[in-house]
Nanobody, 129 residues
Framework: QLQLVESGGGLVQPGGSLRLSCAGS????????VAWYRQAPGKDREGVSC????????KIAGSVKGRFAISRDNINNIVYLQMNSLKPEDTAVYYC??????????????????????WGQGTQVTVSS
């Protein structure tokens, strides 16, 4: 089973920044669209952002638009989520997911979990003073 590895989470004060990374464990992200999701305690999973391969198309959720940005380094096989101006409501476990079949939009932040070929274990982001 393919596995992704996220890193970069942590505790940050409101207004601060973090950069999350997502890499394949034992496989490359070539030809995979990659998405970031998050889930806060007691809440449903929320799609945050996605990026197609090789990176021409991206999507971003309205709740983070203007603050978060997704990018990918196809040489080093890493997808990043840059998070700026963090707010307490951004506190959640952040997951990355990869699929070679993202549908018609080149990438999506609204796919069922089973549509992805790989998921990560998640990285905790806590925004608090």
């Amino acid at each position: 089973q393919l596995q992704l590895v996220e890193s970069g989470g942590g505790l940050v004060q409101p207004g601060g920044s973090l950069r999350l990374s997502c890499a394949g464990s034992g496989f490359t992200l070539d030809y995979y669209a990659v998405a970031w999701y998050r889930q806060a305690p007691g809440k449903d999973r929320e799609g945050v952002s996605c990026i197609s391969y090789p990176g021409r198309n991206t999507k971003i959720a309205g709740s983070v638009k203007g603050r978060f940005a997704i990018s990918r380094d196809n040489i080093n096989n890493i997808v990043y989520l840059q998070m700026n101006s963090l707010k307490p409501e951004d506190t959640a476990v952040y997951y990355c997911a990869a699929t070679r079949n993202p549908g018609s939009g080149a990438c999506s932040i609204a796919l069922d979990r089973g549509r992805y070929d790989a998921w990560g274990q998640g990285t905790q982001v806590t925004v608090s003073s």
